[in-house]
């Protein structure tokens, strides 16, 4: 069994903009998933139950509120920088249920991003950045739900998706 991943699942049009650009910009023979807003990276498998029955309890909510509020130079990549109080309390939720079984990677804090570009030469990261830049105003972004997924070496295996309430 594979570590369980958790995502805040982006809206529909903005799950199109974000994905489109990782296309784009991601190299094609490394880019294994969709964009995605990562919530924890390795959750223990042995919780597959008992996060399903949590993430329920937490999409039963409103939609939290977010916004792309900036760039990330990633070094070998660029992402979108997200803020959403909204989304650090779900996530702080769930890491103190999971306390004492996450890993260092999820235990040490939450940087929350985006990726369209990675694993590139540095200057390839600097020219998309450079790009990107000048046309950049931060806007909102849609949060759906919540998501689960099992780590598959490489690609993820949707276990299940949970709508906030309202969202359909």
Not at 49 to 73: C, Q
Not at 121 to 139: I, N, S, T
Request: glycine letters at 8%; aromatic letters at 8%.
């Amino acid at each position: 069994m594979s570590a369980l991943i958790v995502t805040a699942e982006l809206g529909v049009q903005d799950f199109a903009w974000l994905d489109r650009l990782r296309r784009e910009h991601f190299p094609p023979e490394r880019n294994q998933l969709p964009a995605h807003l990562t919530l924890f990276h390795a959750l223990p498998p042995s919780a597959d139950t008992e996060i399903r029955h949590l993430l329920a309890t937490l999409a039963a909510r409103p939609r939290p509120a977010a916004e792309v509020a900036g760039l990330i130079n990633l070094g070998r990549g660029v992402a979108f920088r997200v803020v959403s109080v909204d989304l650090e309390q779900i996530r702080g939720e769930i890491a103190d249920h999971f306390h004492g079984s996450m890993t260092s990677q999820d235990a040490q804090g939450w940087r929350p991003h985006v990726t369209v570009q990675n694993k590139v030469e540095p200057k390839v990261a600097r020219a998309l950045l450079h790009a990107l830049q000048p046309g950049f105003r931060p806007r909102p972004l849609a949060i759906a739900g919540l998501g689960l997924h099992r780590y598959l070496g490489g690609p993820w295996e949707r276990l299940g998706n949970w709508s906030f309430r309202g969202v359909s």
